[in-house]
């Protein structure tokens, strides 16, 4: 896949040559190509920004080094184009999951007041945001997208059962998770995690994630379709017979 992203700030894009995407980066799974937006400055001071039109609070990326910006993209790279704004739809699983299968992607990370308007209504496919939050600058943004999206891709992560077993790939959060020692600060691993006994512990876990779901994310348990036993499960989970 290839990932484009116009940028004020390349090097925070370093971040991403860590651990297992950085593996990816480095086999080719994932190619990141970066554009410096201020190789389009429009004059000597580096200037890439303008006050708003009509007045205002902060600075506008202006539409024309964003536009030569994207031009230096051959166009065969150039996928669908994502502005990251906290305007833009939520960021989720599937999201994640759907932007995973294309070939390309380019994103346009913001800054200040964000990037001026005709730019995004000429230019840009689609608007992501990774949360009810205003971050300073859309780079954070950014790493939190390709970061997401890369675990979807075949191969990044080299056990897939792990992705899906992850929290939200079947609709669930993850129940918690235990490792040594036995015992730790006087509190012991749950039994049946010891037991040897699979299809228990499978169960176990299994209970766990409705259990968690339904404590932190009730409103999930709607897009998913449960057995007999998650409802039963549930309804006593409500009925508060165990909490
Ligand atoms: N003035 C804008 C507004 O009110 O919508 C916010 C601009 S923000 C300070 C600067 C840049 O940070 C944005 O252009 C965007 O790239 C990025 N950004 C901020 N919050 C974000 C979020 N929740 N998701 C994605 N990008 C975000």
Redesign the pocket.
Known sequence: MNINIITLFPEIFEALDYGLLGQAIEREDIKINIFNLREHQINKHGQVDDKPYGGGQ?MVLMAEPLEKSLNDIPTNSLGRVIN?????SLLNHQKANELSSLSAITII???????DERFISQYVDEE???????????EF?ALSLIDSLSRFIPGVIGNKKSVDQDSLSQGFLKGPVFTRPENFNSESVPEVLLSGDHKKIQEWKDDQALIRTFKRRPELLKSVKLTKKQKKLLEDLASKRIL
């Open positions: 902060g990251l704004s906290p305007q833009g990370s913001g800054r200040y007041e964000g990037i992501i945001s990774i949360g009810d939050f205003v971050l300073s600058g859309g943004a």
